[in-house]
Structures are given as C-alpha cells and as structure tokens.
C-alpha cells in the first residue's frame, strides 16, 4: 500500500483486487477533510454514491447531513468513507471476500488520517470495525476505545428512512458524539 493520501486514491480508483470493479461506475474513495478528527464509516456505495463517486449523497446521505448539522458539524469538519468503495450490484450486502479485498484502502486511509475518532454507521460496518457481533439496537451508542481511537456505532441513516421510530435513539448517538468531540477535540467546533 502506498504511503501517502494521493497515491493511496489513485491506487483505489483503478483497483480490481475483487469483481465489484466490473459492475461500478465510479470507486467511492470518501469525501471530506484529510485532517479530520473524526471518521464516519458507512457500508458502502449505492446508485447514488456509484454515479457521482462521492459517498452519502443519497436521502439517508442528507439525513446523515442533517444529522451532522444538529451537533453543529459539516462534512468539512469530518471525513466520511465507507468499508467497500464499489458499489455492491442491487445494493446487497457487500460478500466477505469483497470486504477482504478493500479493507486495506480502509486501513490505510485511518492510519494516514489518524482520527480521534471513528462512528461506524450501521451493523456491517460496526461489525468490521468494533465487534463481530455488535448489535445495532442494542449497542448503538456505546463508546469503546481500541488502539487509542474512541469509537462508537450507530443506525445506518438508510435503516433510519426505513425505521424513524429509531431518529431519537440516532439524535442522542450523535449529542454523545458532541460530547466525545467537545473533551477529546475541542477545536473541532473552532474551525
Ligand atoms: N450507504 C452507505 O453505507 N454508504 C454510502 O456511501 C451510501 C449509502
């Protein structure tokens, strides 16, 4: 893997480590600020995020948006990636061996970053990233530190458009993340 944050996205935007290449459109490497403190990590590309390269931009990418604004944040504050960067075809799970294939782009892309902290947004990737069996409705929210990053999963914003009855237990996931930012990151909010 190369070592710096161009080379990095080149290498992912011309990868065929697994067969999602086939079917993409454009590789959804992440969007945001490469000095972020704070790193959100979805599951991976759909329509939307597949025709215009950027992730999230979908409805449940503006309601991630609107999320971010109640704690006074904007995706310039923060970065925002996802486990696969291909849009898995029908927008099925992505399969473990394509999750294999592009974590390393994942990896790579914290270590370089080197956030204070990672939310993962719903189970496949708070699965990958905080615990095998992590179960949304009951540890969303809680936080855990793991090589010095505090992290924390969340409902995917797509579970949220199917499920609102989920938004207040979402909203006090992300005021817990305010605060997390406010004592680890202060001048976050000073941007
Ligand atoms: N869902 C995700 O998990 N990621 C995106 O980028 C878009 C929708």
Redesign the pocket.
Known sequence: MPDTWEALEHDCKNCRECSLWETRTNV?FGVGNQNAEVLFI?????A??DAQG?????R??HLLDDMLEIIGLKRDDVY?A??VKCRPPENRDPAPEEVAACLDYLREQTRILAPKIIVC??R??AMRIIDPGFKVTKQHGQWVEKGGIHMMGTF???ALLRNPGNKPGALEDFLGLREKIRQLCPEVYEL
């Open positions: 959804v979805g599951e991976g590309p759909g939307n995020e950027v992730p999230f931009v979908g449940a990418g925002i996802n486990i947004l719903g496949i990737s995917h914003p797509a």
